[in-house]
């Protein structure tokens, strides 16, 4: 893992990884992400970004999720996700998966992978709906997105 990994972090999210291999019988690679997704109870679905209609649905799903965690939040969000070029991401919310399926087919795997691991890594649901005075550092949001690497 990324040197901007803790060693707790570390240890933690291999524990996690350690589960899910026992969970799926300890399989040969290359691992079916499809049996990983069914184990974690996580649906994939795609979307394209090129639809109009899907900042006004992601604002409203966040709006509903934020509204919930983290109050005031949500009066940011349809300006953040408007400004963003997400190719993917995960809803902690509905334990579902989105890839924009304008992101060329060779990276789905990877990008699939990936959000994943911020399902797995139960901290990172709170750092996944906005900035606050510690996320708005740069270092704070390589160190979460190397975590899921």
Same mark, same amino acid.
């Given at each position: 893992?990324?040197?901007?990994?803790?060693?707790?972090?570390?240890?933690?999210?291999?524990?996690?990884? @350690? &589960?899910?291999?026992?969970?799926?019988?300890? $399989?040969?690679?290359?691992?079916?992400?499809?049996? %990983? &997704?069914?184990?974690?109870?996580?649906?994939?679905?795609?979307?394209?970004?090129? @639809?109009?209609?899907? %900042?006004?649905?992601?604002?409203? &799903?966040?709006?509903?999720?934020?509204? =919930?965690?983290?109050?005031?939040?949500?009066? +940011?969000?349809?300006?953040?996700?408007?400004?963003?070029?997400? #190719?993917? *991401?995960?809803?902690? @919310?509905?334990?579902?998966?989105?890839? @924009?399926?304008?992101? $060329?087919?060779? =990276?789905?795997?990877?990008?699939?992978?990936?959000?994943?691991?911020?399902?797995?890594?139960?901290?990172? =649901? +709170? *750092?996944?709906?906005? !900035?606050?005075?510690?996320?708005? !550092?740069?270092? #704070?949001?390589?160190?979460?997105?190397?975590?899921?690497?």
């Amino acid at each position: 893992m990324h040197d901007l990994v803790g060693e707790l972090e570390k240890k933690e999210i291999r524990s996690q990884i @350690d &589960r899910i291999l026992r969970d799926l019988g300890n $399989p040969e690679p290359p691992l079916r992400l499809a049996d %990983v &997704r069914k184990l974690l109870d996580l649906d994939l679905e795609y979307y394209r970004s090129s @639809d109009p209609g899907l %900042v006004t649905e992601l604002t409203h &799903r966040f709006t509903l999720f934020a509204r =919930k965690t983290l109050p005031d939040l949500h009066l +940011h969000l349809a300006s953040a996700l408007a400004k963003s070029r997400l #190719c993917a *991401f995960w809803l902690p @919310d509905s334990s579902r998966i989105l890839i @924009d399926n304008d992101v $060329p087919e060779p =990276k789905h795997r990877w990008i699939e992978a990936h959000e994943i691991s911020h399902s797995i890594t139960e901290w990172h =649901k +709170h *750092f996944l709906l906005g !900035d606050n005075s510690h996320t708005l !550092d740069p270092a #704070c949001h390589a160190m979460i997105e190397a975590e899921a690497i």
